[in-house]
């Protein structure tokens, strides 16, 4: 309302002036955030019902040294690493869980905690620089992703659609959406630009720019699909080769 303020009140954590209810923001993040977290973790360590048939977890995917010759532990384990630190130094997700579990700051224009700012300059929040080392990374993991889905429609040689087939691909789809939809990504192909027809392959890049703004725009909508459709995907197949379901051919 015009003239009513909405500053934050002095010296008080999570103090405001604000009427409405702010925290429902922040609370189904942390919710859903902690459940995956879970969720992941468990299954990371897991190491088992992580294929059936053509299937595979995308929580295993590249399948590294399944017999373990070499690795003794989960095969999750090596290569988690990439997907998780690709999400974690995500800039939506930064904003998610710095909000959500550090309350910092809880929500706009509400008090935060008492401390010195020190921003992303010191351990352990300066590896958020690494975020475009890790989206080459799921570059890679994405192919193979893709590979798994192609071969989700391929059961003894013949061809095959089953509900993991379907779940599998759309899956990959929105994997492959929320990473081209990428912040820095966007700034790779055309933030430096200040005259795209001045610039080597402007065109190309104008285009693949716009394209990936267009995308951008809904950036956090496509982290929360992705986030939930991998967790289901791994879901699925896992209740199928532990005998819980039955998958169901379609073709």
Known sequence: MAGESVTVSEGHFVGTLRRDAWWTE?????????????????????????????????????????????WPLSPAL??????????TTCYY?????????????????????????????????????????????AFI?????????IVAFILDGHFFIGVGSIIMLVNVILLSIYTLSCHSLRHLIGGKVDCFSCASLGSSRHAGWRGISIL????????????????????????????VLRDIKIL
């Open 78 to 87: 090596l290569i988690l690493v990439f997907p998780l630190g690709f999400r």
């Open 93 to 137: 997700y930064r904003k998610a869980y710095y909000r959500a579990y550090f309350m910092d700051p809880p929500a706009c224009a509400v008090g935060e905690r008492k401390r010195s700012y020190c921003g992303e300059t010191k351990f352990p929040f300066i590896l958020q620089n690494l975020h475009r080392y890790f989206l080459y990374a």
């Open 216 to 243: 951008n725009e809904r950036h956090m909508l496509y982290a929360w699909c992705s986030l939930i459709s991998v967790g289901l995907t791994d879901l699925y197949i896992r209740l199928v080769a532990a005998g």
């Open 141 to 149: 993991i994405l192919g193979f992703l893709w590979y798994d889905a």
């Open 26 to 70: 922040i609370l189904p993040a942390a919710l859903l955030l902690g459940a995956f977290g879970i969720y992941a973790t468990y299954r990371a360590f897991e190491g088992a019902y992580y294929a059936w048939g053509p299937y595979l977890s995308p929580f295993y995917s590249p399948l590294i040294d399944p017999q373990h010759h070499f």
